[in-house]
C-alpha cells in the first residue's frame, strides 16, 4: 500500500513539474520573443523621435541595426548600446525616446547575432565574434566620437574592444569567469528531454552563460587595453552579474582611467530601475 502511494505521489509531482515547466516556457517565450520590425516602429508612436531600422549582413547573419537619426550627423557624439543575454536593441528604447540624448548624439542600438527574428537562438561562436561584429557596424565612423555602452554581456563586448572611444560604460558587465553563477534553469537546457521547451533566445543565451567561465578567464589581462575612458554603474545586490566584477575592473585601471558608480541598493535590472542616473551620465558623457 506504501509504495502504491508512493507511486502515486510521484507521479502527481511528475506532472505538476512537467505543467509548471511548460507555463514557464511558455512565459519566457512570451515576454522574449524578439520584436518585428512593425513592432519596433509601432513602440516609437508618438514620439519626438522615430527610428530607422536597416539590416547588415556579418557572416551570413543579417543583423538588425536601429538608428534613431536618418543619416548620421558627423558633428555629433554618437551613442551606441550593446544588448545583453538574453535582450535586444529594445532594452535601451527609453533612451532612445529622449528628446535631450537625440538632440545631442546620434543613437544606434542593434541586436545581437541571435536575438533578433532572423537566426533566433544561433549565437555567434565566441567574444573575438561579437567584437568582430560590434567594429563591423561601427565601419565608417570616427570612434573617438562613440559612447559605447554595454549592458551585461554587452558590457563584456565593450570592454574586449581594444580601438579607442570617446567614453566606454560599462552596465553590470561580467569581466570574471569565476564570479559567474551558473542557475538551476540552466539544467532545463542541459537535459534533452526538456530543452526543446526551452525558448530559442534562452537557449542561445545559456550557451554563451557556459561559455563564460572559460572564455572570460582569457581576456583579464585585455580589458584595460583599450586607451578609452571607462565609467563602470553597477548595482552592488545584483547576483545574476556580481558586484565583484566592477571591483575587479578597478584593480585593473589606473584612477584616472576609470571611474566607479556603486548602485547601493542595485540589482542586476539597472537600465531601466536607474534609468534617470544612467541617462543623466550619457549625457554628461556627450557633452564631455
Given at each position: 500500500?506504501?509504495?502504491?502511494?508512493?507511486?502515486?505521489?510521484?507521479?502527481?509531482?511528475?506532472?505538476?513539474?512537467?505543467?509548471?515547466?511548460?507555463?514557464?516556457?511558455?512565459?519566457?517565450?512570451?515576454?522574449t520573443?524578439?520584436?518585428?520590425?512593425?513592432?519596433?516602429?509601432?513602440?516609437?508612436k508618438?514620439?519626438?523621435?522615430?527610428?530607422?531600422?536597416?539590416?547588415?549582413?556579418?557572416?551570413?547573419?543579417?543583423?538588425?541595426?536601429?538608428?534613431?537619426?536618418?543619416?548620421?550627423?558627423?558633428?555629433?557624439?554618437?551613442?551606441?548600446?550593446?544588448?545583453?543575454?538574453?535582450?535586444?536593441?529594445?532594452?535601451?528604447?527609453?533612451?532612445?525616446?529622449?528628446?535631450?540624448?537625440?538632440?545631442?548624439?546620434?543613437?544606434?542600438?542593434?541586436?545581437?547575432?541571435?536575438?533578433?527574428?532572423?537566426?533566433?537562438?544561433?549565437?555567434?561562436?565566441?567574444?573575438?565574434?561579437?567584437?568582430?561584429?560590434?567594429?563591423?557596424?561601427?565601419?565608417?565612423?570616427?570612434?573617438?566620437?562613440?559612447?559605447?555602452?554595454g549592458?551585461?554581456?554587452?558590457g563584456?563586448?565593450?570592454?574586449?574592444s581594444?580601438?579607442?572611444?570617446?567614453?566606454?560604460?560599462?552596465?553590470?558587465?561580467?569581466?570574471?569567469?569565476?564570479?559567474?553563477?551558473?542557475?538551476?534553469?540552466?539544467?532545463?537546457?542541459?537535459?534533452?528531454?526538456?530543452?526543446?521547451?526551452?525558448?530559442?533566445?534562452?537557449?542561445?543565451?545559456?550557451?554563451?552563460?557556459?561559455?563564460?567561465?572559460?572564455?572570460?578567464?582569457?581576456?583579464?589581462?585585455?580589458?584595460?587595453?583599450?586607451?578609452?575612458?571607462?565609467?563602470?554603474?553597477?548595482?552592488?545586490?545584483?547576483?545574476?552579474?556580481?558586484?565583484?566584477?566592477?571591483?575587479?575592473?578597478?584593480?585593473?585601471?589606473?584612477?584616472?582611467?576609470?571611474?566607479?558608480?556603486?548602485?547601493?541598493?542595485?540589482?542586476?535590472?539597472?537600465?531601466?530601475?536607474?534609468?534617470?542616473?544612467?541617462?543623466?551620465?550619457?549625457?554628461?558623457?556627450?557633452?564631455?
Amino acid at each position: 500500500m506504501k509504495k502504491k502511494w508512493i507511486r502515486k505521489f510521484l507521479k502527481i509531482t511528475g506532472w505538476i513539474f512537467l505543467v509548471l515547466i511548460i507555463i514557464l516556457s511558455y512565459l519566457m517565450y512570451r515576454f522574449t520573443s524578439p520584436n518585428s520590425d512593425e513592432e519596433i516602429i509601432d513602440k516609437f508612436k508618438g514620439e519626438s523621435y522615430h527610428p530607422h531600422i536597416t539590416y547588415k549582413n556579418f557572416k551570413g547573419y543579417k543583423v538588425r541595426v536601429v538608428q534613431m537619426q536618418e543619416k548620421i550627423d558627423t558633428t555629433l557624439p554618437i551613442i551606441f548600446f550593446v544588448h545583453g543575454s538574453p535582450g535586444s536593441s529594445m532594452d535601451f528604447q527609453r533612451y532612445m525616446k529622449n528628446e535631450s540624448l537625440n538632440k545631442m548624439a546620434n543613437i544606434i542600438s542593434y541586436d545581437r547575432v541571435g536575438y533578433g527574428q532572423l537566426h533566433t537562438g544561433e549565437v555567434l561562436n565566441s567574444l573575438e565574434e561579437e567584437v568582430d561584429l560590434l567594429h563591423h557596424l561601427m565601419k565608417g565612423m570616427d570612434t573617438k566620437k562613440v559612447i559605447l555602452t554595454g549592458y551585461s554581456y554587452g558590457g563584456t563586448v565593450i570592454m574586449a574592444s581594444t580601438k579607442s572611444y570617446k567614453k566606454k560604460i560599462a552596465l553590470a558587465a561580467a569581466v570574471r569567469g569565476d564570479l559567474e553563477p551558473m542557475f538551476w534553469a540552466i539544467n532545463l537546457y542541459k537535459w534533452p528531454l526538456t530543452r526543446p521547451l526551452v525558448p530559442k533566445v534562452f537557449r542561445g543565451a545559456t550557451i554563451e552563460k557556459l561559455r563564460h567561465v572559460k572564455e572570460l578567464k582569457a581576456y583579464e589581462h585585455l580589458w584595460n587595453v583599450s586607451p578609452s575612458q571607462v565609467l563602470s554603474i553597477h548595482g552592488k545586490h545584483d547576483f545574476i552579474v556580481p558586484f565583484q566584477n566592477s571591483l575587479f575592473l578597478k584593480s585593473l585601471f589606473d584612477a584616472t582611467k576609470f571611474s566607479l558608480i556603486p548602485l547601493e541598493e542595485g540589482g542586476h535590472s539597472l537600465i531601466w530601475s536607474d534609468f534617470d542616473l544612467i541617462n543623466t551620465e550619457l549625457l554628461k558623457s556627450v557633452k564631455e
